[in-house]
């Protein structure tokens, strides 16, 4: 399945929304919309999983690689609200640790202030 | 230039874009088979091979397009037509009319053949 | 004097040699003449008196383009075109079938039959030579693209031959099963999904009773995440432990392994679980990363997960892998696997899961493991319903057997 990406600005970063699937199908997609956001100078992306059904082990290698750039340029990345299964992966493989993981965007923005 | 009805020498050395030694090669060749091919037709008529008639009509056409003849073709298509369709009910009487016609068409290339198609 | 200037045979697309036609007809005066024209244009010439020596000539001389008369002798026009597609060397050949120009049907006819295009006995010479261009330049596409094929085909050839050899070479790392130490028995099952492929597992014994085990899994499929397997594979062999991480232990050795392994430009990685055993102190101590394909069997029949949440290695070069330590006994058995094997879906995109393998393995109880092993994989073929998995599969399966050392 395809994904969407659609773009939200919010206080101090940018918020994705993603539906549909992560996945080695949809990377070009989502390295795309990443990337553009990275660019644009943005210092907070938030990845809002609730509408992802799927991710695969790419998906994982991603979600790995936009943390890393992101540190990079002195940004950061968090997530929320991942689903059930994508829920069960990002728990399995401690994503946490790399990217945190929010049920709620208020937590998700303060959480950036505090680490600031 | 020597302009015979029974065929037009411009048409059909334009045909052959001018090209006299194809053209004469061309006129050789009909002024062998042609008779034959003329005489396969009669053959063929005389015992009823529809078939028969019609393949011999139809290299006869096939030969006399190069050297635009209107009666001769005119002659020829209507024998191949008939004897394709099967009814030779006519074929007697065109066939009398296309070997008129051949045998006029014939003699009008030996003429000029033997002019030597001079330009 | 026409010059036939636009796109002349020679001068097509910079072909050297004239393309080549062949002209069928049994009546001499028609052939020659359109032999001729076709000379004026450009084009080397066959003729061909007959169907039969048309085709042979066909064959033969392999023309770009065939121009046949309709009615011959024996074999006429439509029975040419019919052999020509029957023929698998020939049936690509564009030809060119004379019609007579009152009859439409034949047209249909022809098309049927396996005539290209058609062209009225009749025609003007500016028909002929555009008719006769085209026909030749959809003969030249058709060779293009015939070659283009055939450059594909050899090229799939060679890469197929290479990933075989590849593939090959993996399968040679892999360890032999068996009694792979004095009271320790190995059985393993290997399903690479594209016969090559980024999972793989070893057991070594490094004496004393102690032995090394780890399972390791590239993302991606193919080549590339092979490659990566071998050479995590090669940093995973004893000596180089030592050199590089200076201990056996689990945790150290993946530790050092994310920080010399890190996530590759395209978002690549590996997770792995390590394991070492040691029968005599009867200790298993291991580390994972990112990997779930691991539990233990003890031989109350108990079952337990070992994994504990960790990221992939090369996803963060700062963490650290801490050692978890069992005590085993015999009769205990060990499960390393990817989760290519429990994540199988079936027609309807449901996953096996890691549930239906617990409940397929503890449903052997204590046949042999080699039978377990087996078992594994029929169920999970039988959960898909075909044999092809979608993901590597590797499973290998550690028994510490009742012999005591």
Same mark, same amino acid.
């Given at each position: ?116 | ?44 008529? +005389? ?14 056409? +096939? ?57 | 004097?026409?010059?036939? !200037? ?32 076709? %000379?004026?244009? $450009? ?5 061909? =008196?007959?169907? %039969? @020596? ?15 008369? /309709?009615? #011959? ?23 060119? #079938? ?22 009225? %006995? ?42 075989? @050899? ?78 590089? =991480? ?12 994310? %920080? ?39 031989? !109350? $029949?108990?079952?337990? /997960? #070992? ?44 996953? /096996? ?9 503890? &449903? ?18 039988? /959960?898909? &319903? ?18 005591? =050392?």
């Amino acid at each position: 399945m395809a994904m969407q990406v659609k773009e939200r600005p919010v206080l101090n970063g940018v918020v994705l929304e993603l539906t549909g699937d992560l996945t080695y199908a949809n990377r070009e997609q989502f390295k795309t919309a990443v990337e553009g956001v990275r660019q644009k100078g943005c210092r907070h992306l938030i990845l809002n999983m609730a509408e992802v059904r799927f991710v695969d082990s790419s998906g994982l290698g991603l979600l790995a690689l936009v943390s890393q750039n992101f540190k990079l340029s002195q940004g950061k990345v968090s997530m929320l609200k991942p689903q059930s299964y994508v829920r069960e992966i990002m728990s399995l493989a401690n994503i946490q640790k790399l990217i945190p993981v929010y049920d709620n965007e208020q937590d998700a923005l303060a959480g950036h202030q505090r680490a600031a | 230039m020597n302009h015979d009805p029974v065929f037009s020498l411009d048409e059909a050395l334009s045909r052959v874009d001018h090209d006299r030694e194809t053209f004469e090669m061309m006129v050789e060749l009909f002024l062998e088979h042609g008779p034959k091919d003329l005489a396969e037709a009669k053959a063929a008529l +005389g015992v009823q091979n529809a078939v028969g008639l019609a393949r011999s009509s139809h290299r006869l056409k +096939g030969a006399i397009l190069q050297f635009c003849a209107p009666a001769s073709l005119h002659a020829c298509k209507a024998l191949e037509e008939t004897a394709k369709a099967g009814n030779l009910l006519h074929a007697e009487a065109l066939y009398a009319t296309l070997e008129q016609e051949l045998l006029r068409l014939l003699n009008a290339l030996r003429r000029e053949r033997d002019k030597g198609l001079a330009a | 004097m026409s010059s036939g !200037s636009l796109a002349t045979p020679a001068g097509l697309a910079g072909l050297p040699t004239p393309q080549t036609v062949l002209v069928v007809d049994d009546e001499p005066t028609a052939r020659i003449a359109l032999a001729a024209r076709l %000379k004026r244009l $450009g084009y080397r010439v066959i003729e061909a =008196v007959d169907g %039969k @020596s048309g085709l042979d000539a066909l064959r033969r001389e392999r023309p770009d383009l065939t121009i046949l008369d /309709w009615m #011959m002798p024996e074999i006429d026009g439509p029975s040419f075109c019919e052999r020509v597609r029957q023929d698998p060397e020939l049936l690509t050949s564009q030809i060119l #079938m004379m019609t007579s120009h009152d009859e439409p049907e034949q047209i249909a006819e022809g098309l049927a039959r396996g005539a290209d295009d058609f062209l009225s %006995k009749a025609a003007s010479k500016y028909e002929i030579t555009a008719r006769v261009q085209s026909g030749v330049r959809a003969a030249t596409l058709i060779r293009r693209l015939e070659d283009a094929t055939e450059e594909i085909r050899r090229k799939q050839e060679v890469l197929e031959r290479e990933i075989q @050899s590849a593939a090959s070479y993996v399968e040679s790392l892999l360890p032999a099963p068996g009694i792979v130490a004095p009271g320790v028995q190995m059985v393993h099952a290997y399903r690479p999904s594209l016969g090559l492929g980024g999972d793989l597992f070893n057991i070594v014994s490094w004496g004393d009773g102690v032995l090394g085990l780890y399972l390791l899994d590239a993302s991606g499929h193919g080549v590339s995440s092979a490659l990566r397997s071998a050479a995590l594979s090669t940093f995973l062999r004893r000596g180089n432990l030592l050199r590089h =991480v200076g201990s056996t232990d689990p945790g150290a050795i993946l530790t050092e392994a994310n %920080k010399q392994f890190p996530l590759t430009e395209d978002g690549n990685y590996f997770t792995i679980i390590f394991a070492r055993l040691d029968i005599r102190a009867r200790t298993l101590s291991y580390a994972t990363a990112g990997h779930n394909g691991a539990f233990l069997q003890r031989s !109350s $029949g108990e079952f337990n /997960w #070992m994994a504990r949440p960790n990221l992939p290695l090369g996803f963060d070069a700062s963490t650290t892998y801490v050692t978890t330590d069992l005590t085993i006994a015999p009769g205990d058995r060990l499960y390393l696997l990817s989760d290519g094997l429990y994540e199988v879906p079936d027609s309807s995109g449901a996953l /096996w899961g890691q549930d239906r393998l617990e409940e397929t393995i503890c &449903g052997c109880g204590p046949r042999p493991l080699t039978e377990v092993v087996a078992r594994s994989i029929e169920e999970a073929i039988r /959960w898909q &319903g075909h044999e092809q998995f979608p993901d590597d599969v590797a499973l290998m399966g550690v028994e510490v057997t009742a012999a005591v =050392v």
